[in-house]
């Protein structure tokens, strides 16, 4: 049986990430198909370790028993956008129907600074629990973590035994929820602001040339943006977006540039670029959905990731290792 290996590239989005989770279990699925590295950003990172963790532990078995715990864990979080204490002390009923009646962060007006001693980052608890043994262990998938230096604002990329609970709250880190994470001096923000996920660790010699890139946030929405949340949440959208495209324009002209023999084949690595994504269903939910993960939704989104991810490989399973399916030079015309 021949054995087709790919690199993940696992893009941040909040609770909207459990898509991401049934992309990962349809791939579980494929015993053709081996992921040798993973990039990974918020959601994603959290996806990507616990992938690692479990696949270390026990196989692609593993793999798939440790994102189910890790989504569990998430459904139990209830509203990422007041501070643990808060949520917890509002009936499910109630914080249900906040969704309608706080459609927009309460950090908008309020920092994260401002709950003085009664601050807690409500996701410490799920991250914390990680088997960090497994998640650094030298097994394959290589793991990569993107966080943002607040200070810099340039990415840094945890990986090996850099990488433990804080490098994961780090990375998904949104400012406007979470106070900022310290690290060796340095506080973090979350890594989609450059890095939505990164690319560039996957491009070195000994990892595959195809990248699979899983995508949350909608690249196109077809109507203008009117309501204050529908700006807020476009603007977002393109903020998250923009270093991921960046880099893959940059793989366009390097690809180019080999194609037209400007650069010798072989000088630089050829990719192969593929995404997976639902940009329809994406663009239908609202943006509260993403900071609150309900169970009943994110097992909505599990589906849809299967969904998506078994379309892909029906489509382009011979493109894997062969030619991209992801049409750069399209996109950026």
């Not at 918020?42 to 479990?54: I, M, Y």
């Not at 849809?304 to 399209?330: I, N, Y």
Request: net charge negative; aromatic share 8%.
């Amino acid at each position: 049986m021949s054995i087709k290996r790919i690199n993940l590239a696992l893009q941040g989005g909040g609770a909207h990430g459990a898509f991401t989770w049934g992309v990962l279990d349809r791939l579980l699925d494929e015993d053709r198909l081996e992921v040798s590295a993973i990039s990974g950003t918020s959601a994603g990172a959290l996806n990507g370790a616990a992938l690692k963790a479990g696949h270390v532990a026990g196989g692609r078995e593993g793999a798939r028993e440790n994102l189910n715990w890790l989504w569990a864990q998430m459904g139990a979080v209830h509203d990422l956008r007041m501070p643990a204490w808060m949520a917890a002390s509002i009936p499910g009923a109630i914080s249900a129907a906040m969704e309608y009646a706080m459609p927009l962060p309460i950090s908008d007006t309020v920092s994260p600074y401002d709950y003085g001693p009664f601050y807690s980052n409500p996701l410490r608890r799920v991250v914390e629990r990680f088997a960090y043994d497994k998640v650094c262990a030298e097994d394959a998938p290589r793991l990569f973590v993107g966080a943002t230096n607040v200070r810099t604002g340039k990415i840094r990329i945890f990986q090996g035994d850099e990488i433990a609970a804080d490098p994961l709250l780090a990375s998904a880190c949104l400012p406007t929820l979470f106070q900022a994470i310290e690290i060796d001096g340095e506080a973090y923000w979350d890594g989609g602001y450059t890095g939505n996920p990164a690319l560039f660790p996957l491009f070195e010699r000994d990892l595959p040339d195809d990248i699979v890139i899983v995508n949350i946030n909608p690249l196109e929405r077809p109507d203008l943006p009117r309501s204050a949340q529908e700006i807020s949440n476009r603007v977002n959208e393109i903020s998250f977006n923009s270093s991921l495209l960046r880099e893959m324009r940059a793989i366009n002209f390097v690809q180019r540039l080999l194609d037209n023999g400007t650069v010798p084949e072989g000088a630089m690595k050829r990719l192969h670029v593929h995404m997976i994504a639902d940009d329809k269903l994406m663009s239908e939910l609202s943006v509260a959905t993403k900071m609150l993960p309900n169970p009943f939704l994110l097992n909505q989104l599990k589906e849809a990731g299967r969904v998506a991810a078994d379309k892909f490989l029906e489509a382009h399973w011979d493109d894997l290792g062969v030619r991209s399916s992801t049409d750069l030079t399209e996109m950026f015309n």
